[in-house]
């Protein structure tokens, strides 16, 4: 990327921010807030499911298992029959009773606040990762990207990238550290309210100005 490229998107960037604030200045996570192991159990359990699905679930799950020690002693099979609606539940089982049961070795019980060791419990990528620091912890460790903060990315003209990794660099390098958490949630909220992926409602849009569409 040449110079003039990253000053343009640096400007893009400034517009986008700016956008975004107007739309959503109080853009947070969508996911159950009460405490860091919920969030954490809980956004393990989003992937490929909608968070609507996710908090019915662990509307009932939580009360049942409120410590990682209880998530940690639950019965696999037990486990998958309370998860089951979120989807892809065998597997999901296993990643939070072995993320649970290495919180209770290593983190007497509670999450910790550090990326290094949340990457290192089963079923938490960065994405996870970020979306507790910055939403329990109040801590920028990144950038969430997700597959709406992925997409309009790249329609907004702040990426190239196709790694979700990648991605998170470049973004980090456009948006005020002191944004991050609130970025992230502002284009999931933008990109499942109106710049969806197979149809966008551009016309509404309050980005519209300045977006170029890219891959429409």
């Given at each position: 990327m040449g110079t003039t490229t990253i000053a343009n998107r640096k400007s893009q960037a400034r517009k986008v921010v700016k956008g975004l604030k107007e739309l959503y200045p109080e853009a947070t996570c969508d996911l159950p807030l009460s405490n860091p192991l919920a969030l954490l159990i809980?956004?393990?359990?989003?992937?490929?499911?909608?968070?609507?699905?996710?908090?019915?679930?662990?509307?009932?799950?939580?009360?049942?298992?409120?410590?990682?020690?209880?998530?940690?002693?639950?019965?696999?099979?037990?486990?998958?029959?309370?998860?089951?609606?979120?989807?892809?539940?065998?597997?999901?089982?296993?990643?939070?009773?072995?993320?649970?049961?290495?919180?209770?070795?290593?983190?007497?019980?509670?999450?910790?606040?550090s990326l290094d060791e949340l990457v290192k419990l089963r079923g938490v990528a960065r994405k996870t990762a970020n979306v507790v620091l910055?939403?329990?912890?109040?801590?920028?460790?990144?950038?969430?990207?997700?597959?709406?903060?992925?997409?309009?990315?790249?329609?907004?003209?702040?990426?190239?990238?196709?790694?979700?990794?990648?991605?998170?660099?470049?973004?980090?390098?456009l948006i005020p550290k002191k944004d991050w958490i609130w970025f992230g949630h502002a284009m999931i909220w933008h990109g499942r309210r109106v710049c969806t992926a197979r149809r966008p409602a551009c016309s509404a849009c309050g980005l519209r100005a300045f977006c170029p569409r890219r891959g429409l």
């Open positions: 809980a956004t393990i359990l989003s992937a490929q499911c909608t968070d609507v699905r996710v908090n019915e679930v662990t509307s009932t799950l939580f009360p049942k298992y409120p410590t990682a020690a209880h998530f940690a002693q639950v019965r696999q099979a037990e486990l998958e029959d309370q998860i089951k609606p979120t989807g892809f539940f065998r597997q999901k089982a296993m990643s939070v009773r072995r993320t649970a049961q290495l919180l209770v070795e290593r983190h007497k019980g509670q999450v910790p606040r910055g939403t329990a912890y109040g801590i920028p460790s990144g950038v969430v990207v997700d597959t709406h903060v992925h997409r309009l990315s790249y329609r907004l003209g702040l990426s190239d990238e196709e790694d979700p990794v990648k991605i998170e660099q470049d973004l980090m390098a």
